[in-house]
């Protein structure tokens, strides 16, 4: 005996199942910011008062490199994931949801491209 609808086991409907990864990567992503935004915080109210050269030297220290750049993907990968459910949920036409969830996703790719390329020319002193 199945609790599936006869009318959905017919047409192919049901679980994708990809559900569950999205879901754990949500979760994950979302525990990792956790640390992170608490560093963020903290690193940016001790730079409020400093010029812009204290800021570099306190953002080329490797440690605080590695940490900003795993808190912006972790950020930009968690808002990626959001975002697609909300797109997945809310917008009806198939083209449109398609062009969308690329866009967010291009964006999320150049957002992180971009922000590694600043963190290296800031550590590298360049």
């Not at 800021?55 to 972790?74: E, H, T």
């Not at 062009?99 to 550590?123: K, M, Q």
Request: net charge neutral; charged share 15%.
């Amino acid at each position: 005996m199945s609790l599936r609808d006869p009318l959905a086991e017919v047409r192919g409907l049901g679980s994708a199942k990809a559900g569950t990864e999205h879901w754990w990567a949500q979760r994950v992503s979302s525990v990792l910011l956790l640390p992170l935004t608490l560093w963020f915080l903290l690193a940016a109210a001790s730079l409020l008062r400093a010029d812009y050269a204290d800021a570099r030297v306190y953002l080329a220290q490797p440690l605080n490199a590695f940490l900003l750049l795993a808190f912006l993907l972790a950020a930009l990968y968690h808002a990626w994931l959001g975002l697609q459910v909300v797109i997945e949920d809310y917008v009806h036409g198939r083209a449109m949801e398609i062009s969308l969830l690329l866009a967010v996703r291009l964006l999320a790719f150049l957002a992180a491209l971009g922000a590694a390329f600043c963190l290296l020319r800031i550590t590298m002193g360049a």
